[in-house]
């Protein structure tokens, strides 16, 4: 019998105040109304440095399939490092164990705004 990965809903919105102050909110789902939830995580961001970044990924994602459609060797071409950065600024600093406790694994619900286009 497959062993059952316990995940819970995790809601990522992109948010900006009326003074232009960029934010993603990380937010748990609660599985119950009884339960209680921690608060919600916050990263301040420059969406134009995140558009950027995944731009970058896809950039070096389409490097890789030209590659592969040539049958050639990727030789260390790969899109770990352009990844890497744009989890530098997307990520809580704690990753998702500061949002969700251990042992859980993030379920998303992402809000139709900026954070459906990272390719999580």
Same mark, same amino acid.
């Given at each position: ?12 919105? *992109?948010?900006?105040? /009326? =003074? $232009?102050?960029?934010?993603? =909110? *990380?937010? !748990?789902? #609660?599985? &119950?109304? =009884?339960? &209680?939830?921690?608060?919600?995580? &916050?990263?301040?961001?420059?969406? !134009?440095?995140?558009? &950027?970044? @995944?731009? $970058?990924? /896809? ?7 030209? +590659? ?7 030789? $260390?071409? $790969? @899109?770990?490092?352009? #990844?890497?950065?744009?989890?530098a600024h997307v990520l809580p600093k704690a990753c998702f164990a500061g949002v969700l406790e251990?042992?859980? /694994?993030? /379920? ?5 705004? +900026?954070?459906? =286009?990272?390719?999580?």
């Amino acid at each position: 019998m497959p062993r059952r990965i316990p995940t819970r809903l995790l809601v990522v919105s *992109y948010l900006r105040d /009326h =003074e $232009g102050l960029e934010r993603l =909110e *990380y937010k !748990q789902a #609660a599985g &119950s109304e =009884e339960e &209680s939830l921690p608060p919600a995580v &916050s990263l301040t961001v420059h969406w !134009q440095t995140i558009r &950027s970044l @995944i731009d $970058g990924v /896809h950039a070096r994602l389409g490097d890789v399939m030209d +590659l592969a459609r040539l049958r050639r060797a990727r030789d $260390g071409t $790969g @899109i770990d490092g352009p #990844a890497a950065d744009l989890a530098a600024h997307v990520l809580p600093k704690a990753c998702f164990a500061g949002v969700l406790e251990p042992p859980l /694994h993030p /379920h998303f619900d992402i809000t139709h705004n +900026l954070p459906a =286009e990272i390719p999580w």
